[in-house]
């Protein structure tokens, strides 16, 4: 069954050159370091002006449908660094439409899921494994949703602990080890190995604590354990 039409959302546009006053000297276009695209009930209002506050007020865009997307790219001229896609409004999207949103450069794509089966769907797909897609879950608390999206917009990856722990045991195993590590969850292990606190940490690398706890919870889910000490026990013992 095909999903219900998405509501309509006003647009936040970044004026076209032609749409300057005269008067005003030709300047290039911004970069849109974020795009959200989907329903306002996944990407409120609230949600999209706290996330852009945390993230030190980078430009952005909210769009309700592929078509406004796309509109708003022909337009401008404006590539997104980073790019969010809601699970209804990535259902409704064509072959065609995914074909190129992948053809986009230097796009970093998060897809903001609300069924696991979705999210592992997501996780198999060939074509966004390649593209390192990252999963973040619609259902957590306001501030995991900031750190996440904050480790996306800084370059890091992101795929939800609950998404790895739901694939198959062999692809688990796979995934799992220093190569299924970001470089980030390797530097918070090592801290942690060395017998840092959170807090400690979070002031040597000049991470939040949010953001410390996000990567020690990601990569302890990675190696397998079930605890903090654990976590460090199999960090040392898979370094050479």
């Known amino acids: 069954m095909a999903p219900p039409p998405l509501p309509e959302r006003s647009v936040m546009m970044i004026p076209s050159r032609n749409d300057l006053p005269a008067l005003v000297p030709e300047v290039s276009l911004p970069v849109v370091e974020v795009v959200f695209v989907g329903n306002h009930c996944n990407f409120s209002g609230c949600l999209i002006s706290a996330t852009v506050q945390e993230l030190g007020g980078v430009s952005s865009a909210t769009l309700s449908s592929f078509p406004k997307f796309k509109e708003f790219v022909q337009t401008t001229g404006a590539l997104p660094e980073v790019l969010l896609l809601d699970e209804p409004l990535m259902r409704s999207m064509t072959p065609a439409e995914w074909t190129w949103v992948l053809s ?26 390649r593209h390192s897609v990252n999963l973040l879950p619609l259902n957590v608390r306001l501030d995991v949703w900031l750190s996440i999206v904050k480790l996306i917009v800084h370059g890091g990856s992101y795929v939800c602990p609950e998404v790895i722990a739901a694939l198959p045991h062999e692809e688990r195993t796979e995934a799992v080890g220093v190569s299924g590590l970001t470089q980030r969850q390797l530097d918070v292990l090592q801290q942690v190995a060395d017998g840092h606190s959170n807090k400690s940490i979070a002031k040597n690398l000049g991470l939040s604590i949010h953001t410390v706890k996000l990567h020690l919870h990601n990569g302890s889910i990675r190696l397998g354990a079930r605890n903090r000490t654990e976590a460090a026990m199999r960090f040392r013992e898979m370094r050479p």
């Open 104 to 129: 986009l450069p230097g796009l970093r794509l998060g897809i903001a899921y609300s069924t696991m089966e979705f999210a592992l769907a997501c996780h198999a797909d060939p074509a966004l494994r």
